[in-house]
């Protein structure tokens, strides 16, 4: 299995990891460290050297809570690094639901799109919308996340039901509409949208029930990094999920990537790369 993405294939049949670049000031785990260009391409340099196979960069945070940015403002924090980033030769995901911003980083060069909004956002005016601007390229990856409801409310009311019912028909629906505007299978990922509107219950069946989402056919991308439900089951008190500590949050985030790894995922989705490299070191050894 191969991801198809604007510059490389990318051979799946190892799992790979995505280190994270956030250059924004409210990220929920490094918001404000890598904002200057210079501080954020330094960033890229040592989750490379860390092992990372794919960057994903970020110009709006999507924590829960969190404020939309301008259109504006999104681009003068993203445009900058992606012309720095293209230049350190591996694929470069843009984490972002604005289809000008989508346009914008393809005429750049990015390999891939990473959108939340499973490519739901309408244009402006007569611009093309999400959808048609992934559809419009020859070959950039593209990223579907699930999420329910939006990042300023979707953690005061949560998902109900069967999470993993609703995940997997929401995929069948996004995937159907991407495929009949004539995006080839091999260019497209899920990813179930760890903890964007469900309970943490909810986050772990995800996990648990994993291969009911790969029975849709398509590579899956795991985001479990530093997540507040790994907080939860592991004790922590609240006020250390308020902190959101990342060294708290190290080892149970390593065995939740390891996890989804092992239940079939190909990407996992991480800040701490080195030491989620040395966890998959250690599952591909025995194996």
Known sequence: MAWQTSRFLI???????????????DSFS??????????????CERLIQDGADILDLGGESSRPGSVPVSL??????VLPLVREAVKLGVPLSIDTYKPPVMQAVLDLGADIINDIWALRQPGADDSHDAMQVVASHPNCGVCLMHMHGEPRTMQLSPMQGDVVEQVQQFFGRRVR????????????????GI??????????????????LLELGYPLLAGWSRKSSLAAVCGTSLGSVATLDAK??????VVAALLAV?????????????ETVQALQVLAAIR
């Open 11 to 25: 051979d799946l049949s190892k799992p790979k990891v995505m280190g994270i670049v956030n250059v924004t000031p």
């Open 30 to 43: 490094d918001g404000g460290q890598f904002q200057k260009t210079s501080a954020a391409i330094g960033r």
């Open 72 to 77: 504006e403002e999104e681009l003068a924090r």
């Open 177 to 192: 509409a991407l495929r009949q505007l004539g995006v080839a299978a091999d260019r497209i990922v899920i990813d179930p």
């Open 195 to 212: 903890g964007f509107g469900k309970t943490a219950a909810q986050n772990f069946a995800l996990l648990a029930r994993q291969q009911a």
């Open 248 to 253: 708290e949050r190290l080892v149970p985030s």
């Open 262 to 274: 092992q239940r079939g995922a190909s990407i996992v989705r991480v800040h701490d790369v080195a």
